[in-house]
């Protein structure tokens, strides 16, 4: 019976933490089946999200601190967005007021999202970490593995050498999560895994619901190429850093103030 509650338990925090990314594609659903009047579909999508983002802070589900985080997640995947856009990776086909480029600003949320399950789950499981590579070698991983994204366009693609180098420099990397009054770990590497084959999934009900298209699917929706699931395990990790060097300071900051 105790490893049911457990469950239960463990089930129950990563529903709460997945209130953000539950809502993007829930409205990206009805979005493509309701239409409002008077307002374009990504207008409206950016409307409902921001809406969203108000509400849970003020009904204290988001911090102040987790909020600067998902904006600086925004942020840099609406960068990431201009640019593929640009080169052609994909497109948003619909008119929109609220387009940069050619990318409505509701995009950034997708990748905001992961942030804010990261910061969520992270509160909710009391997680910590144990044999994190440090400061210098982690940043440098993900800023090698962010500007990977567009320098593969003009230049060889180096995903799979930073993937193994994410396994030589997490490979001491264990995440300690709580349940309850039972603590248990997992290594990192494995959490980048399972975390990235669920957003690739959600990636395919995106596309099915027009977020956004591939150029393989202008004429009919297929499903999203398994090497997707390699950027987003890739994408997982630059998010993992962010927050883990944020609570890193946190925790440093609370320490020396007492």
Not at 209 to 222: N, R
Request: proline share 4%.
């Amino acid at each position: 019976m105790k490893p049911i509650i457990q469950l239960l338990h463990f089930g129950y925090h990563q529903a709460m933490s997945c209130i953000f990314p539950v809502a993007i594609f829930g409205t990206l659903a009805l979005s493509n089946v309701i239409k409002v009047p008077f307002i374009h579909r990504y207008d409206a999508i950016l409307i409902i999200l921001l809406g969203v983002q108000y509400l849970m802070y003020r009904c204290h589900l988001e911090t102040r601190d987790e909020i600067k985080v998902i904006c600086i997640f925004h942020l840099i995947g609406l960068v990431l967005e201009l640019y593929k856009v640009r080169m052609g990776s994909w497109s948003y086909p619909d008119p929109g007021y609220t387009k940069l480029l050619g990318v409505p600003l509701y995009s950034g949320f997708m990748y905001a999202s992961v942030a804010s399950y990261m910061c969520q789950v992270w509160r909710r499981l009391r997680m910590d970490m144990t044999g994190w590579p440090g400061l210098t070698s982690s940043v440098l991983l993900g800023g090698a593995i962010y500007f990977n994204f567009f320098t593969h366009h003009f230049i060889p693609d180096f995903r799979w050498w930073l993937t193994a180098l994410v396994f030589i420099v997490f490979w001491k990397t264990w995440i300690i999560y709580r349940v309850r009054t039972l603590t248990y770990r997992m290594p990192l590497t494995l959490a980048f895994i399972i975390v990235g084959v669920f957003i690739w999934l959600a990636e395919n009900i995106a596309t099915f619901f027009g977020a956004w298209k591939y150029p393989d699917q202008y004429q009919t929706w297929k499903l999203v190429s398994f090497n997707k699931i390699s950027s987003w395990f890739l994408l997982v990790i630059i998010s993992v850093i962010i927050v883990a060097q944020l609570k890193h300071v946190k925790a440093s900051r609370t320490t020396n103030e007492s």
